[in-house]
Protein backbone atom coordinates (compact mmCIF):
# COMPACT_ATOMS: atom_id res chain seq x y z
CA UNK A 1 0.00 0.00 0.00
CA UNK A 2 2.22 2.81 -1.91
CA UNK A 3 0.61 5.90 -3.01
CA UNK A 4 1.88 8.27 -5.64
CA UNK A 5 1.13 11.27 -6.84
CA UNK A 6 2.91 13.06 -9.62
CA UNK A 7 3.14 16.45 -10.70
CA UNK A 8 4.48 19.25 -12.47
CA UNK A 9 3.41 18.19 -16.29
CA UNK A 10 2.33 20.48 -18.65
CA UNK A 11 2.85 22.67 -21.82
CA UNK A 12 6.33 23.54 -22.91
CA UNK A 13 8.12 24.67 -26.28
CA UNK A 14 11.05 22.45 -27.70
CA UNK A 15 14.22 22.91 -26.01
CA UNK A 16 12.65 24.22 -22.66
CA UNK A 17 12.87 22.79 -19.47
CA UNK A 18 10.54 20.89 -17.00
CA UNK A 19 10.44 18.95 -13.39
CA UNK A 20 8.14 16.28 -12.54
CA UNK A 21 7.76 15.38 -8.68
CA UNK A 22 5.87 12.48 -7.38
CA UNK A 23 5.09 12.22 -3.43
CA UNK A 24 4.83 9.04 -1.89
CA UNK A 25 3.01 7.67 0.80
CA UNK A 26 2.44 4.73 2.85
CA UNK A 27 5.46 3.25 3.53
CA UNK A 28 9.17 4.18 4.35
CA UNK A 29 10.51 6.39 1.57
CA UNK A 30 13.58 4.83 1.85
CA UNK A 31 12.55 1.36 1.24
CA UNK A 32 11.12 2.05 -2.29
CA UNK A 33 13.08 1.73 -5.17
CA UNK A 34 11.32 4.45 -8.08
CA UNK A 35 10.82 4.64 -11.64
CA UNK A 36 9.72 7.05 -13.73
CA UNK A 37 7.89 5.74 -17.23
CA UNK A 38 6.12 7.16 -20.30
CA UNK A 39 3.62 6.39 -22.91
CA UNK A 40 2.71 8.67 -25.79
CA UNK A 41 -0.97 7.52 -27.68
CA UNK A 42 -0.11 4.39 -29.88
CA UNK A 43 3.14 3.43 -27.86
CA UNK A 44 3.87 0.87 -25.87
CA UNK A 45 5.04 2.00 -22.04
CA UNK A 46 8.38 2.96 -21.56
CA UNK A 47 11.08 3.10 -19.34
CA UNK A 48 12.67 6.99 -18.78
CA UNK A 49 14.66 6.74 -15.54
CA UNK A 50 15.29 4.84 -12.47
CA UNK A 51 16.68 5.45 -8.94
CA UNK A 52 17.67 2.95 -6.06
CA UNK A 53 16.33 3.08 -2.41
CA UNK A 54 20.18 4.52 -1.69
CA UNK A 55 20.01 6.81 -4.50
CA UNK A 56 23.28 5.20 -4.71
CA UNK A 57 22.72 3.91 -8.63
CA UNK A 58 20.57 5.52 -11.49
CA UNK A 59 19.39 4.38 -14.80
CA UNK A 60 17.72 6.55 -18.13
CA UNK A 61 17.18 5.29 -21.13
CA UNK A 62 18.95 6.05 -24.12
CA UNK A 63 16.88 8.61 -25.12
CA UNK A 64 17.26 10.50 -22.04
CA UNK A 65 20.35 10.27 -21.16
CA UNK A 66 22.33 13.46 -21.05
CA UNK A 67 18.61 15.25 -20.80
CA UNK A 68 17.05 13.88 -17.63
CA UNK A 69 18.45 13.70 -14.45
CA UNK A 70 16.09 12.08 -11.50
CA UNK A 71 17.01 12.55 -7.92
CA UNK A 72 14.59 11.97 -4.64
CA UNK A 73 14.40 13.95 -1.61
CA UNK A 74 14.13 11.70 1.60
CA UNK A 75 13.00 14.58 3.87
CA UNK A 76 9.56 15.38 1.41
CA UNK A 77 9.40 11.51 0.28
CA UNK A 78 9.64 12.85 -3.30
CA UNK A 79 11.37 11.88 -6.48
CA UNK A 80 12.06 14.12 -9.00
CA UNK A 81 12.68 14.22 -12.87
CA UNK A 82 14.07 17.25 -14.48
CA UNK A 83 13.49 17.48 -18.17
CA UNK A 84 15.92 19.79 -19.91
CA UNK A 85 16.29 20.21 -23.58
CA UNK A 86 12.92 18.69 -24.62
CA UNK A 87 11.31 17.70 -28.29
CA UNK A 88 8.54 16.71 -28.98
CA UNK A 89 9.51 13.02 -28.97
CA UNK A 90 8.94 13.47 -25.48
CA UNK A 91 5.53 14.28 -25.26
CA UNK A 92 3.56 11.51 -23.27
CA UNK A 93 2.08 11.08 -20.16
CA UNK A 94 4.37 10.16 -17.73
CA UNK A 95 4.06 7.79 -14.68
CA UNK A 96 5.70 7.12 -11.20
CA UNK A 97 6.20 4.15 -10.20
CA UNK A 98 7.69 2.02 -7.06
CA UNK A 99 8.71 -1.51 -5.90
CA UNK A 100 9.86 -2.44 -2.70
CA UNK A 101 13.52 -3.03 -2.64
CA UNK A 102 14.95 -6.15 -1.69
CA UNK A 103 18.57 -5.99 -0.84
CA UNK A 104 20.90 -4.77 -3.35
CA UNK A 105 18.75 -4.70 -6.13
CA UNK A 106 19.38 -2.36 -8.91
CA UNK A 107 17.14 -0.51 -11.20
CA UNK A 108 14.29 -2.32 -13.21
CA UNK A 109 13.61 -1.16 -16.38
CA UNK A 110 10.50 -3.37 -16.70
CA UNK A 111 7.21 -2.46 -15.90
CA UNK A 112 5.94 -5.48 -14.64
CA UNK A 113 8.44 -5.43 -11.58
CA UNK A 114 7.36 -1.99 -10.32
CA UNK A 115 3.94 -2.23 -7.58
CA UNK A 116 2.89 0.83 -7.33
CA UNK A 117 2.16 3.88 -9.85
CA UNK A 118 0.73 7.21 -9.76
CA UNK A 119 -2.13 8.28 -11.70
CA UNK A 120 0.37 9.83 -14.61
CA UNK A 121 0.94 13.70 -15.56
CA UNK A 122 0.74 14.86 -18.92
CA UNK A 123 3.90 16.15 -20.44
CA UNK A 124 3.36 18.30 -24.07
CA UNK A 125 6.31 19.97 -25.95
CA UNK A 126 5.51 22.13 -29.05
CA UNK A 127 7.36 22.81 -31.96
Known amino acids: QVQLVESGGGLVQAGGSLSLSCAAS????????MGWFRQAPGKEREFVSG????????SYAASVEGRFTISRDYLKNTVYLQMNSLTPEDTAVYYC????????????????????WGQGTQVTVSS
Open 51 to 58: ITWSGSTT
Open 26 to 33: GRAFSSLN
Open 97 to 116: AAHIASGRVGVRRDGPSYDY
